[in-house]
Structures are given as structure tokens and as C-alpha cells.
């Protein structure tokens, strides 16, 4: 049983990578046998894995098959609306509650040189994720993790055009430098700054390339 879990949960990390990043693409026919075979893992881990993803709203589950959940315009515009909220308040909270290891951390990330644009949408994330970390509410971070998985989606569909990824990186210094000094308002401010003209860039590249439907 114990093994069992072990490999649901290698197998869920492995399918939310391949979905998030649209390796397998919205509204791809997910079939049990086949990515048992394919991933080297028994059947039944597979379909508890997929069942997660129903629940993370990643794959689809109509009254026949699964399928990767389809992308909408419209997608962008909820998502961006609750996490623009979730990460002012993941900035106060860090503000409030970061250990001297946190800041630590944070400052590394802002030190460290990315290549291509992946990477530094990567870098991103992990920023992101360890202003999370810094709140020391594990609920918030899960939340907060929840929706960068449906976000990465509708971020890859951009990827290609996110030649503004350095200058939203560079934000990141001003955000740590405002937690180290306290200051909770600065720290929301910049936060909300930022995540709102992501997305709103986002919204514009999905818009002008048409990459999906309203």
C-alpha cells in the first residue's frame, strides 16, 4: 500500500509537469493503458493520479475518458483576479512572519543569473514559492500552488513572446528589500504591481496572437 502512494504521487508530480508545461495538450485523450505503459507504472497509480488532476481541474472527466481540461480565455481573467489577491496578502504575511533563514533565501534568488526565458520563468516560481515558504501559513502556500498550476498553463501558451520576464524579475529585489524593512505596505504594493502587470501582459500576448479561444 505504502508503494502504491509512492508511485500515485511520482506520477502525479510527472503528469502535472507534462499538463502545466502543455507537453500534453489541452483536450489530449488521456488513456490509462497507454501512459501505464509509457511511464513504466501499473494502472491503477495512474488512474489515482488522474483523479487528482480532476480535482486540481487540470484533467477533465466527462461521462466518457479523460481529458486534459481545455484552456479558456476567460480562465485567465479568474485565476489572475484571486491570485492578484493571494499574493498581496502571501507579501504581508511574509513581511510579518519571515525568519532570518527566509530572507536569506529570498535575497539568494534575487542574486541568481538566468539564461533563456524558461529559466527565468523558473526563477520566477521559485521566487514565488519561497515568499509562500516565508509566511509560515502552509494553507496560503498550498492555495498559492494550487493556482500557479492553473496559471503555468495559460503562462507556456506565452512563453515564446515573454520578452519582459528580466524587468519583472528585477522587481524582486525591491519586494525583499521592503520585507526586510518591514514595511507591509511597500511589500503589497509592489507585489500587487507586479502580478498585475504579468498578467495584464499576458492577457494582451494571448489576445493579439489569438493563441485561444474567448
Known amino acids: ?123 520566477d516560481q521559485r521566487f514565488h514559492q519561497a515568499i509562500a515558504r516565508a509566511t509560515h501559513n502552509s494553507y496560503l502556500a498550498d492555495i498559492l500552488d494550487h493556482f500557479y498550476g492553473l496559471s503555468k498553463r495559460l503562462w507556456f501558451l506565452a512563453l515564446p513572446y515573454l520578452d519582459f520576464l528580466p524587468s519583472a524579475v528585477k522587481s524582486h529585489i525591491n519586494l525583499v528589500s521592503a520585507i526586510q524593512e518591514e514595511n507591509e505596505p511597500l511589500a503589497m504594493e509592489i507585489m500587487q504591481n507586479h502580478i498585475e502587470e504579468f498578467y495584464q501582459k499576458i492577457q494582451e500576448i494571448i489576445k493579439e496572437k489569438n493563441l485561444i479561444s474567448e
Not at 31 to 55: C, K, P, W, Y
Open 1 to 123: 500500500m505504502k508503494m502504491n502512494k509512492v508511485d500515485t504521487e511520482k506520477v502525479y508530480q510527472l503528469l502535472w509537469e507534462k499538463i502545466t508545461s502543455l507537453e500534453l495538450a489541452p483536450g489530449e485523450i488521456l488513456d490509462i493503458a497507454a501512459l501505464a505503459n509509457e511511464m513504466g507504472f501499473s494502472q491503477t497509480s495512474i488512474r489515482e493520479a488522474l483523479s487528482m488532476l480532476v480535482h486540481d481541474r487540470l484533467v477533465d472527466a466527462p461521462p466518457r475518458g479523460l481529458y486534459v481540461a481545455s484552456l479558456k480565455f476567460t480562465d485567465l481573467e479568474k485565476i489572475s483576479t484571486i491570485r492578484l489577491n493571494l499574493e498581496t496578502l502571501a507579501a504581508q504575511q511574509a513581511v510579518r512572519n519571515a525568519s532570518k533563514d527566509d530572507l536569506v533565501i529570498l535575497s539568494t534568488l534575487c542574486e541568481e543569473v538566468a539564461g533563456d526565458t524558461r529559466e527565468l520563468f523558473e526563477l
